[in-house]
């Protein structure tokens, strides 16, 4: 295993494979792992709770940015569109 995939590991995608859900879950996944770094981080004692908090509200903050400009979710029940 190299260190790459160590530090950032990746999961599977099984949802409708369009360009932005694959885009959004590649942030999405992006998120979960500085989260569990600024988490661990705080925990031992290297980052403040309060400067925890900032970094991942920031962090929040630029995952629902990117969810609303590649407009994932907005209408969750359309079929998607056929290739013709």
């Known amino acids: 295993m190299d260190k790459?995939?160590?530090l950032?590991?990746?999961s599977r995608y099984y949802g409708?494979?369009?360009l932005e859900n694959l885009a959004f879950d590649a942030n999405l996944q992006d998120f979960a792992?500085?989260?569990s770094y600024i988490t661990a981080l705080q925990t031992n004692g290297k980052l403040s709770p309060l400067e925890a908090y900032g970094k991942i509200k920031?962090?929040?903050h630029a995952l629902k940015s990117s969810k609303k400009t590649l407009?994932?979710?907005e209408n969750p029940f359309q079929a998607p569109e056929m290739p013709q």
Do not use: C, I, N
Request: avoid cysteine; charge should be positive.
């Open 71 to 73: 407009g994932v979710g």
């Open 58 to 60: 920031g962090l929040w």
């Open 16 to 18: 409708t494979v369009k």
């Open 33 to 35: 792992t500085q989260v």
């Open 8 to 10: 950032y590991p990746r």
């Open 4 to 6: 790459q995939a160590f």
